[in-house]
């Protein structure tokens, strides 16, 4: 599968871990970690989803931790993020203490749009590797969830909050959605690589719009 | 080993897994989660246990995701908690909101006999599965304690809970009194369907005793 | 490699455990968890860290499942926590309430102290044994801080503490610099006894440099 671009799954997964790497950067950021601090929670929140889907389809040791490219994506996601808040910060010298609480707001919104693109990406790339290892169809698509969204909520455990899959607007379902097409692409023998962008940008936008507009699954009772 | 009815340990498995996914399915109901979260909980609380056990023991992929019947169970359990706690809703409709307070101790208890019956019926699949793998005797009754706890714990964690593995009645000692007798089974040779169940009972009623009579390990200095 | 004496991963790795237990113990103790909450804090923080190792290199089943003188260990580390802490609550039975500050004080740096043991003993042990199972040498040095942090982690999660890790002090960088003299003496050739000790020496005396004298990286704007 994958037969136009058979690196098209590798691309993809590196592609994830860059963005989860920022979304943790930024997120230690928001909790002023130092730079050790933001380093680690940068490395596990991009590392975290892909090293649990290999453990559990047995590819052992895991990428993250055999395939140097990965470690060195998520130290160039945190360089990049810090160097960004640099400028940014400099930027924002003269600023009053009651604009700082702007900056707050800032990096949590870039927070959610790195994870959202977290999202689309681990979401195929997570289907895709399953399937390449013989996994099956509905399962290799849970595995694709798993993917897109173990980082994340190891870094909220970690930094002591709920983690976005529990929260109010739509997060699991997005990703099963475009794990869903991933899936389908397999079973009629069509996993392009169109098909593959399509069901990553698929998952962010329709994430996005969840952030943005407010969807969410309506609460029994309420 | 369980030459009386070779299906037992699924069937235990699956049970455990219903027991567990009716636990977090209670639990996201009383922390007011939307309905995806709900289903979120639910299947990681019934599926993470038993996943931790099989990545132990080298059972890879996890029955709960290569084996379609523990999603379904997962789902299933949802879907009944869903459906009697809407009818419960229905006739609690007049009520005042300071009758809303029973409603959250409802949810709790209920809660607590779904985590106890899963405590009893996971120690004995978790037990059973890892003797099959060839691990040694009180190894697998450490898994089974393992499979027992695993799911609930995270269920905690997710929700910024204190895991009732550390709260104050006891939990681990009876999950690990059930593991014994069938370890003690297996080592006579007698690991019948009937030690199965009278340990998975054994397990269950020595939970809720602790829970009802607060029987509690004494603490050191108090 | 270990040459000199080929026992010395499994020496550290059992010390190791000891240590993290300690630290597991004395945090129960400080949580004022009864004795059964206490163990099981002991044994997660003990064997935590290398069972995440064994899982994450495909030592199947962990060590610390599958080795009785792990879970001993843990045991042991238990029984001696709990025996002094007896023993020196005799001895304060007369202080007056406002004494009892610091009681928690001094649980607060003992684990403190063993938690560095565990880091520099479990950053070699790690290290070592991700090299003997033929990881590449960057890999095995991630693989040894994984180690040394992964039961603290689990530990602190459990009880709702934001782990070390991403807190003030410097705690990675330590367990880094050990792994980084484990890889090179391992590169050169000569991965002895010595170096070993050196390594976890390094280590240890690095972190409580780093407690003491409050040494910490920069915040990024601050």
Redesign the interface.
Known sequence: MMAHNPHLPLVLDLLGVFAASCSGALTG?RK???????L??ACVTGLGGG?IRD????A???AG??D?RY?ATALAATVVV?VI??FA?GARLHEKVSQRVGERVRLAMAARVSDAATLGLFTVAGTTKALDHG??V??SA??GVVTAVGGG?IRD????E??Y????E????PAFAGALVVALGHSIGHLTAAVAVIAAALTFTFRMLAVSRDW???????
């Open positions: 950021l002023a970690l130092d730079l050790v601090g933001i680690v929670l090293m453990v559990l389809i047995g052992i040791p895991p931790l055999a140097w470690v810090l808040d640099h910060l996994i099956a509905m399962p849970l595995l909520v455990i970690l930094i002591n709920v983690p899959v529990l929260r109010r739509l997060y699991a379902v969410h699954a309506p609460r029994p009772g309420a």
